[in-house]
């Protein structure tokens, strides 16, 4: 069972453009939804990451936008540069349940120079 | 700090062999994990622990144990490798209060 469903699979950007990125969740009891970047070789690192308590949470050219009564939550990252090139991840937890993560499938973005 | 470390990078068994990997986080963090990360896919949870002595099954336990004898390692032991178990394995740690994990580089994993 999939828990948390992730798309597009893969994206294209132009530099300077804007990559939006959506997941959906099922378990309701989900208290913590970080996404996670990963480059080749690597291991996951924590990009970002909110609670259903706020509806957007930004750091930087990321945006994280939540609707709970949708179970659904975005990345945006603005003004795309190559170096954001990577696989991101995004993965819900509750906090009661030892913090595990159920992963989405992930999406592969490339940005153009 | 070096945070989560694994060893060994890379290793290629032969179908039946055994082996263990190693994890250990020098950040005090209670919680400990295992995922596997089968190409073009996203991380599944093998098992966690949640102290030293206490572990659990996550979604892919099958083929797979784990021990925690202190709070700093969290081995994951292959018995009878077969090619399913070809993957990368990540070993993460979190605190108590935060839900961030932490994943160390990776252990590619072949077995043929």
Same mark, same amino acid.
């Given at each position: #069972? !999939?828990?948390?469903?992730?798309?597009? !699979?893969?994206?294209?950007?132009?530099?300077?453009?804007?990559?939006?990125?959506?997941?959906?969740?099922?378990?309701?009891?989900?208290?913590? $939804?970080?996404?996670? !970047?990963?480059?080749?070789?690597?291991?996951?690192?924590?990009?970002?990451?909110?609670?259903?308590?706020?509806?957007?949470?930004?750091?930087?050219? *990321?945006?994280?936008?939540?609707?709970?009564? /949708?179970?659904?939550?975005?990345?945006?990252?603005?003004?795309? #540069?190559?170096?954001?090139?990577?696989?991101?991840?995004?993965?819900?937890?509750?906090?009661?349940?030892?913090?595990?993560?159920? $992963?989405?499938?992930?999406?592969?973005?490339? @940005?153009?120079? | 700090? /070096?945070?989560? +470390? #694994?060893?060994?990078? *890379?290793?290629?068994?032969?179908?039946? !062999?055994?082996? +263990?990997?190693?994890?250990?986080?020098?950040?005090?963090?209670?919680?400990?994990?295992?995922?596997?990360?089968?190409?073009?896919?996203?991380?599944?949870?093998?098992?966690?622990?949640?102290?030293?002595?206490?572990?659990?099954?996550?979604?892919?336990?099958?083929?797979?144990?784990?021990?925690?004898? +202190?709070?700093?390692? *969290?081995?994951?032991?292959?018995?009878?490798?077969?090619?399913?178990?070809?993957?990368?394995?990540?070993?993460?740690?979190?605190?108590?209060?935060?839900?961030?994990?932490?994943?160390?580089?990776?252990?590619?994993? +072949? @077995?043929?």
């Amino acid at each position: #069972q !999939q828990q948390v469903k992730q798309s597009p !699979q893969s994206l294209i950007v132009q530099k300077g453009g804007i990559s939006i990125i959506n997941c959906a969740y099922e378990n309701t009891a989900f208290d913590y $939804f970080p996404w996670y !970047q990963q480059f080749p070789g690597k291991g996951p690192a924590l990009l970002i990451a909110i609670r259903p308590d706020v509806s957007e949470k930004k750091e930087g050219r *990321f945006t994280i936008s939540f609707n709970k009564s /949708a179970k659904q939550f975005s990345l945006h990252i603005m003004d795309s #540069q190559p170096g954001d090139s990577a696989t991101y991840f995004c993965a819900a937890s509750r906090q009661a349940a030892g913090n595990k993560l159920t $992963f989405g499938g992930g999406t592969r973005v490339l @940005v153009k120079p | 700090n /070096a945070g989560v +470390t #694994q060893t060994p990078k *890379f290793r290629i068994l032969k179908i039946g !062999q055994s082996m +263990t990997l190693q994890c250990a986080q020098d950040m005090n963090h209670n919680y400990m994990y295992w995922y596997r990360q089968d190409p073009g896919m996203g991380l599944k949870l093998i098992y966690y622990s949640v102290g030293a002595g206490i572990t659990d099954k996550g979604e892919v336990p099958n083929g797979y144990n784990v021990s925690r004898s +202190t709070t700093e390692d *969290f081995p994951l032991r292959l018995e009878l490798a077969a090619p399913s178990q070809t993957s990368v394995y990540f070993c993460a740690s979190s605190s108590l209060s935060d839900g961030t994990q932490y994943f160390g580089p990776g252990t590619r994993l +072949t @077995v043929l």
